[in-house]
């Protein structure tokens, strides 16, 4: 995870001290807005507000950046919120000047918005208009990005919010976006987000001594982000192509064994399998069955299989009736809507003395 930037876990301290709230705005992809508002509660933090992608926080202490939540996509400290202006860009002139900005962090600074609903402005009016109203107040030197260029590499992040009820205004306390993950220096085609990866590992409830496999495990994001989350387990990832990534992605002594092999041919007993095969995109497999019939034989009864899946593959896994699905959680990701499904081997139904007799062959 980045860590924070001098100076922002302190802030968040001094005004809890001096008995201000601080507020955090969380960004995540689309679907996980629940999962990562009970990672934040679980953390002891306060979610106010859950809308689609976002969730407004507030921190009980400055663990919310020292120890950032990993399923959030990017997380940034509320200095303004006012009425969302509408669609009029004088109301949204009005509305920016309206932003009480003193105290924010000098420097060089470049600004991202986005808006919810129909607007006579575009997201480059938001950003030159709060970016120069900083400037203004901050002394700071504001980075436009109307025209194509790259903000420079040393500055800070403003992000501003118009979710049709508030404008947030607030500064990412990272230097990069809270999903760049420090590990993940190699990727393989298809690579998982890792706030995805980071999601299937909590809803796989992964417990101590647990045996963890991932037989498709590219460059090992899944059980990367799963060891982060649950490190008293021992993990092995498979994959049919290079290991290379993984390997290289993986710190000394971690408890991961990578291993070169076929999903098809599977040996062990597992508690959890936790997965992306490929969808089919820019990877392909064909059918489902062949794995999901090796993933049955591999699993404790009692084991449980995270698997993000493309609506068909996700289709065959709930009409097989070799599985109880427990949950299923619609994602957007890399421009597809996977589905992340959670299941159990469905146990054989007891025989009934009624079907005992029916069936003198079972007895
Ligand atoms: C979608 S990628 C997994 C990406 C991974 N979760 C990550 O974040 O890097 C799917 C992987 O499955 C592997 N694969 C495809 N067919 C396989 C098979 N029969 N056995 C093992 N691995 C296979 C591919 O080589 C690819 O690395």
């Given at each position: 995870m980045p860590s924070a930037r001098l100076g922002a876990a302190e802030s968040i301290t001094r005004a809890l001290c001096i008995g201000e709230q601080p507020m955090v705005l969380v960004r995540t992809v689309t679907g996980l807005e629940r999962l990562a508002a009970a990672e934040l509660t679980a953390a002891n933090?306060?979610?106010i507000d859950l809308s689609k992608r976002q969730l407004i926080v507030e921190p009980t202490s400055a663990t919310i950046v020292?120890?950032?939540?990993?399923?959030?996509d990017d997380l940034f400290i509320v200095q303004a919120a006012v009425t969302?202006?509408?669609?009029?860009r004088a109301a949204l002139t009005a509305a920016v000047n309206s932003l009480d900005l003193r105290g924010c962090p000098p420097g060089r600074l470049a600004v991202s918005a986005s808006f919810q609903g129909t607007r006579n402005y575009n997201r480059f009016d938001v950003e030159d208009l709060v970016g120069e109203a900083v400037q203004r107040l901050a002394g700071s030197r504001y980075h436009s990005r109307r025209n194509g260029t790259a903000p420079p590499t040393e500055r800070v992040d403003w992000r501003v919010v118009l979710d049709g009820t508030t404008m947030w205004v607030g500064v990412r306390p990272f230097d990069v976006p809270l999903h760049r993950r420090e590990y993940r220096r190699h990727t393989v085609t298809g690579s998982l987000h890792p706030p995805v990866a980071a999601a299937m590992a909590r809803i796989a409830n992964i417990g101590e001594g647990h045996r963890v496999v991932d037989p498709f495990c590219g460059a090992g994001t899944l059980l990367l982000e799963a060891q982060a989350i649950a490190p008293s387990a021992t993990y092995l990832g498979i994959d049919k192509a290079t290991i290379a990534a993984a390997r290289a992605n993986t710190a000394d002594h971690a408890p991961i064994h990578w291993r070169t092999g076929n999903a098809r041919a599977l040996a062990g007993q597992f508690d959890r399998i936790v997965t992306n095969p490929p969808w089919d995109v820019r990877l392909g497999i064909g059918d489902l069955a062949p794995y999901l019939n090796q993933w049955r034989r591999v699993l404790k009864p009692d084991g449980l299989v995270v698997a993000i899946l493309n609506h068909e593959q996700a289709a065959r896994m709930i009409g097989d009736t070799a599985w109880r699905i427990h949950d299923v959680y619609d994602v957007a990701v890399a421009g597809q809507h996977p589905r992340i499904l959670v299941a159990e081997p469905a146990r054989p139904r007891r025989s009934t003395p009624a079907a005992a007799a029916r069936c003198p062959v079972a007895r």
């Open positions: 933090h306060r979610v020292t120890n950032p939540p990993r399923l959030a969302d202006p509408g669609r009029t």
